[in-house]
């Protein structure tokens, strides 16, 4: 199964999503290779990894210097981290002049074994974003609860993924989440509504809660450092949304 977390509206949680995403799974005994594909490289850095220590990346990789297995950093809070540098602003310019520039992630990605792939993207819906919705088998996006343009960014990336069909014969399925609610608030009315409107259901709804940040700063995904919280476990139930799909071996 491969997870895309997408959404063109920034600071929603895509990031906090792959990573709590790839944790849970790893936990429930699965093979995780957790994919970062943004020159921004949040999910790389929030998972630990200095870029110090870094000589190959998911660049040399898109760059077709190394095959993805050479670039895969081992055993990170028990994830595969295929990790990301800045520089992947820069191979994302060079593969737009290429021919098959969509498809490159999958290719790197095809003769990997793992249980599961859950890839981070950018908050635009560029070249990079589209290489990991071409891999997808389900987007994962999410609304922040207090975030009324996240919705309105849902309706753009369902109408991205549609256009997928030129490219793939089965286009990836897209489940909501909503993430930072808060009880009570006016606005979470509002983007339940725009939901709604779209047809769309959240799968989960993942509290705003200050451990996350904590949690970015620790270095360690929150599903890890706080198995029982309630972020864990509204992404726990993403995580069973996502098994009972997919039949993960
Ligand atoms: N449930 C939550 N409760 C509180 N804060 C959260 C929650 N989810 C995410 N955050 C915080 O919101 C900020 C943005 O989250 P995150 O980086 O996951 O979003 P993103 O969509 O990946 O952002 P970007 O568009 O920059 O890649 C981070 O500081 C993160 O700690
Ligand atoms: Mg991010």
Redesign the pocket.
């Known amino acids: 199964m491969i997870c895309v977390?997408a959404?063109q509206?920034?600071?929603?949680?895509?990031?906090?999503?792959a990573i709590n995403v790839a944790a849970l799974l790893a936990l429930a005994g699965r093979r995780v290779l957790a994919v970062d594909v943004?020159p921004?490289f949040?999910l790389t850095r929030r998972l630990g990894i200095g870029l110090g220590q870094l000589e190959r990346t998911v660049v040399d990789v898109l760059a077709g210097w190394v095959d993805a297995g050479e670039a895969i950093i081992p055993g990170v809070h028990g994830l595969d981290v295929l990790p990301a540098t800045r520089e992947l602003a820069g191979v994302e310019l060079a593969l737009a002049g290429e021919v098959g520039r969509e498809s490159v992630l999958r290719d790197a990605l095809a003769g990997l074994t793992y249980d599961a792939v859950v890839i981070?993207t950018?908050?635009n819906l560029g070249l990079l974003t589209v290489n990991a919705l071409v891999t997808a088998d389900v987007v994962v996006a999410?609304v922040a609860a207090d975030d009324e343009g996240a919705a309105q960014g849902v309706a753009e990336l369902r109408a991205t993924i549609a256009k997928l069909g030129r490219i793939r014969q089965q286009v990836p399925v897209l489940s909501v989440i909503v993430?930072?609610?808060k009880p009570r608030r006016v606005m979470s009315d509002v983007i339940d509504g725009a939901l709604t409107s779209l047809g769309l259901e959240p799968v989960t709804r993942?509290?705003?809660?200050?451990a996350?940040?904590q949690?970015?700063v620790a270095r360690t995904p929150i599903a890890i450092s706080a198995p029982d919280s309630a972020?864990t476990l509204a992404y726990r139930e993403l995580v069973e949304h996502l098994e009972a799909r997919w039949v993960i071996a």
């Open positions: 977390c959404q509206k920034g600071g929603v949680g895509k990031t906090t999503s943004d921004q949040a981070d950018p908050s999410p993430t930072k609610a993942v509290p705003d809660r200050a996350v940040e949690a970015d972020v």
